[in-house]
Structures are given as C-alpha cells and as structure tokens.
C-alpha cells in the first residue's frame, strides 16, 4: 500500500484526528485485501474500495470522513452476516460503522465483517 495524492487531497479538511483514522481505516482494508482497487472521489471527500473500479458491481466498501468520526461503509451492508449489530443505517442495501477512534479498527467482530464483504457479491480479483 503506498501513499495516495488523491486519499489525502479527500481528506484534507478534516481534523488530525479523523485523518488519522481515515488512514489507518485504509491501511486495514489494504491488510484485509492487499491487491484491492481504490478510487478517490476528491470532491466527494469519500473512496471506494473494491475489485475493480466500478462502483456497482465491484466495490464492496468504502471510506467517508465525518466531523467526529470516519464512515466505514458497506455496499451490502444489509445483507451482511452482522450478529453484534456493529453497522448503521436503513438503507435497501448499504451500511456503515463509525470510526471513532483507531482503537475501534481493532474489533475482531469488525474485521470478520470487512473480510466476509471482500467476497460478498464481488467479483474476484483477475491478475492482470
């Protein structure tokens, strides 16, 4: 995983603390799935990840900073296996965790999550 111009163009309004947390969320979607495909939408101040670029059909999470926290979302979030009810919102399909601190990225019940909707309605990563 190396530096992004574009991560750090999207999240450069926010506090130390929340850019903090929005990189170390990164680094753990990289640990997660080494070879995922990111895109920044700068603008937007929010980054996809999946196995390719299309949002639709292949990104299965993604990062959006907040004032007080970093959005975790999921793109099949409600479809999820999510027992301890760590994930957010009403939506048909997404949901979200909010990063509070970095410690939160620790949560192995979090991790089984991200690992579980790396495969979710995905298509698997094709070496090129």
């Known amino acids: 995983m190396e530096t992004s ?4 163009q999207a999240i450069q309004s926010f506090s130390n603390d929340i850019k903090g947390i929005a990189r170390q969320t990164r680094k753990l979607i990289y640990k997660v ?10 603008r937007q101040k929010n980054t996809g990840f999946g196995t390719g670029p299309k949002k639709k059909t ?14 975790l979302g999921f793109n099949y979030g409600a479809e999820l296996p999510d027992p ?12 979200h965790y909010k990063v ?10 979090l ?12 298509p698997t990563i094709t070496v090129r």
């Open 5 to 8: 111009k574009e991560f750090e």
């Open 33 to 42: 799935l080494p070879e995922v495909v990111e895109v920044v939408w700068v």
């Open 58 to 71: 292949e990104h299965f999470c993604w990062i959006m900073p907040a004032t007080n926290h970093v959005n």
């Open 84 to 95: 301890k009810k760590l994930l957010e919102g009403t939506g048909k399909l997404f949901r």
């Open 100 to 109: 509070k601190s970095v410690n939160d990225l620790s949560n192995p019940d």
């Open 111 to 122: 991790i089984k999550l991200l690992k579980f909707a790396t495969t979710y309605r995905v």
